[in-house]
């Protein structure tokens, strides 16, 4: 029987990844083959006929963090934390037009010669246009992450939500890997993550997403097809909202 594509419940989402997603078991950079795996994910809910765009993080090359504890100025550190979020995000490009799908990279930090300039209205017109959009360089600022990131884009995407996809399928109450017994949330508040210290997003991303009403959707990038089975309705997975 053919494999048709369930109906999806949304029509504009931005998925956000980590860096560390990217690099398999390898422990640092880039591992092509998980690449490509995710790219399949994101290409099944293409195909389905809801526009994406992503965020990816830079923690699996770079975060300035680690490199202001090391001595290294901040926001010199962050910017090369940025700066990685781009070849992660050009590595995405690649896998996902190997699977014949059109997109395009963005940087908040203009990089003529390497991608797009972020162009707010231009963005809006490829995602109507059924490219695969994936913003690089974060917010473009030092201080903040790709969390943060992610939101604003979403919100400037007018997405219906943001899709954590996470190596656990919600948010617990505790670490699901060292707890037999931490329990998964169906559903929470914005509030509940900060009462409770949840691990979602940093609280600036949190409360951005708070302030705009803008719905987090935390589900296992793991399971295979459980990017297109979410989109769906199906699955389990946590939904964070006001
Ligand atoms: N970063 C930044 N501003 C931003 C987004 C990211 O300065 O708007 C820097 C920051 O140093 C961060 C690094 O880029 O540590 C990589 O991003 P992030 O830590 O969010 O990556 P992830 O943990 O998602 O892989």
Redesign the pocket.
């Known amino acids: 029987m053919a494999d048709t594509p369930p109906n999806p419940t949304y029509k504009r989402v931005l998925l ?6 990217l690099m398999g078991n390898t422990g640092f950079g880039l591992h092509p083959p998980t690449v490509e795996r995710i790219a399949r994910e994101v290409k099944s809910v293409h195909d389905m006929g809801v526009e994406v765009c992503m965020v ?5 090359i ?6 202001s504890a090391q001595g290294m100025e901040r ?1 010199t ?6 700066l ?2 781009v070849m992660n995000a050009l590595a995405m490009q690649s896998a996902l037009e190997g699977l014949g799908i059109f997109t395009r990279v963005i940087s ?1 930090i203009p990089m003529d010669q390497v991608c797009e300039p972020y162009i707010r209205r231009r963005a809006v017109r490829h995602l109507e246009k059924k490219r695969v959009v994936i913003f690089a ?13 992610a939101t604003l884009r979403a919100s400037e995407m007018a997405c219906e939500a943001i899709f954590m996809g996470k190596q656990v399928d919600g948010v617990y109450d505790k670490d699901p890997k060292k707890h037999d017994d931490a329990v998964r949330y169906d559903s929470i508040t914005y509030d509940d993550v900060f009462s409770k210290n949840l691990k979602v997003m ?1 609280a600036s991303a949190i409360a951005l997403a708070r302030d705009n009403d803008m719905p987090i959707v935390v589900f296992s990038l793991d399971e295979p097809g459980g990017f297109r089975g979410i989109l769906a309705g199906q699955g389990t997975y946590t939904r964070v909202h006001s």
Request: aromatic content about 10%; cysteine-free.
């Open positions: 956000k990844i980590s860096g560390e997603a990816i993080g830079g923690g699996n770079f975060r300035g963090l680690q490199g926001t550190a962050d910017y090369m934390g940025m990685a979020t908040a360089a974060g917010t473009g600022n030092p201080y903040f992450t790709t969390d943060t990131a940093d």
